[in-house]
């Protein structure tokens, strides 16, 4: 079909659709065609938990969209049923910021205020459209709060799409160090308000399902985290329950954590203070969705820490296969002590964690 289409000499838009069964990013399917959809159906009906398993499906593929080729996470449904319109607005913004094509479903006839509002915001599209053609990426993910991704625009600014994953609307915070930043000129890209220059952090009030979508200019970059990391398959930790090493490429992960089976991580440096820490996490998870489910397009690992309670931590694709490395997943996770004596305990009761391959701990 590429070659016949190239064959007539014309400009056509090749837009590819398997539904993401094979991974078509990987191919690289921009050898073939201009756009691919990467995932199942958003609808009928579109659901908020379909939006959740198509961006969790997106993470580990946002470097391949770059002008020519792009990730398509399927047809806009704001105007459709389904979705609240808070939930619409943070579908398109995210859809084009992301950079997948912007394809209008709804009946046009008739749209409502609402509808024409999310779909003729000229900042939003202008997102879509910019000439550098980068996806945002996923930057961080406060798991059942909210998700933090950035990417660089054309201009030298960078967008930052801060998704509120709560069923409230209530006060949420944006840290700029998120980003990779310690102060930056902010614009707000739905309402159009300028916010002045932020420093540290913003706080604002986001809808339930909403989002923030925040052009940053004049970032001041902050100081990069550093981290000591510590091997999974170290034979100072301990294995339980059927957690075990598995060799993959040129490294060896460990998998089996959960449904009993537990990795715990002995002589963690907790520095002189110990306290809070922020935990890099490696890992694999090629557990692919083409359903909702309860997680879907990602496992749930719980950590805990010197043996407090566990925290929750939502750890999304890798990639659709489990051969494939995601690197620097952040949590914040309190209880350590001062001295080399920690211990970082990774389980599951009831479903299997991702495969880990290191963790780091802030110096």
Not at 311 to 322: E, F, K, R
Request: aromatic share 10%; proline share 5%.
């Amino acid at each position: 079909m590429h070659n016949a289409l190239a064959a007539t000499g014309r400009a056509i838009v090749f837009s590819i659709c398997e539904w993401g069964v094979q991974d078509p990013a990987r191919w690289p399917a921009s050898a073939v065609g201009n756009s691919w959809r990467i995932s199942n159906d958003i609808g009928p009906p579109a659901s908020w938990d379909s939006i959740f398993r198509i961006i969790n499906q997106l993470v580990p593929i946002t470097q391949f969209a770059a002008p020519g080729g792009w990730n398509d996470l399927d047809i806009l449904e704001v105007g459709n049923s389904g979705l609240t319109v808070d939930e619409q607005q943070t579908h398109f913004a995210f859809w084009a910021a992301a950079k997948s094509p912007l394809i209008i479903s709804t009946d046009l006839s008739n749209p409502s205020a609402e509808t024409l509002s999310i779909l003729q915001n000229i900042r939003i599209i202008a997102l879509n459209q910019d000439p550098l053609g980068k996806s945002i990426a996923f930057k961080r993910r406060y798991t059942n709060d909210n998700d933090v991704w950035a990417g660089p625009l054309s201009d030298g600014s960078t967008v930052a799409v801060i998704i509120n994953w709560q069923d409230a609307s209530r006060s949420l915070t944006f840290n700029l160090a998120d980003v990779g930043f310690s102060s930056a000129t902010a614009t707000d890209l739905i309402t159009g308000l300028s916010l002045g220059t932020l420093t540290t952090s913003y706080t604002t009030t986001v809808a339930a399902h909403g989002c923030l979508v925040l052009k940053l200019a004049a970032g001041v970059p902050a100081a990069a985290p550093s981290f000591t990391f510590y091997s999974a398959a170290a034979p100072s930790n301990t294995f339980a329950g059927g957690a075990g090493t598995r060799a993959v490429n040129s490294i060896t992960v460990v998998g089996y954590i959960g449904n009993g089976g537990t990795l715990t991580i002995n002589g963690v440096d907790g520095g002189t203070t110990g306290g809070t820490k922020t935990l890099s996490l490696d890992y694999i998870n090629g557990d692919v969705a083409f359903t909702n489910t309860a997680c879907s397009n990602c496992r749930n690992a719980f950590i805990s820490v010197n043996g407090g309670p566990a925290v929750q931590v939502q750890m999304p694709l890798s990639a659709q296969s489990w051969d494939i490395l995601y690197s620097g997943y952040l949590v914040s996770l309190s209880g350590f002590q001062p001295g080399t004596t920690n211990v970082i305990q990774i389980s599951n009761p009831s479903a299997y964690t991702p495969d880990f391959y290191q963790i780091g701990v802030s110096v």
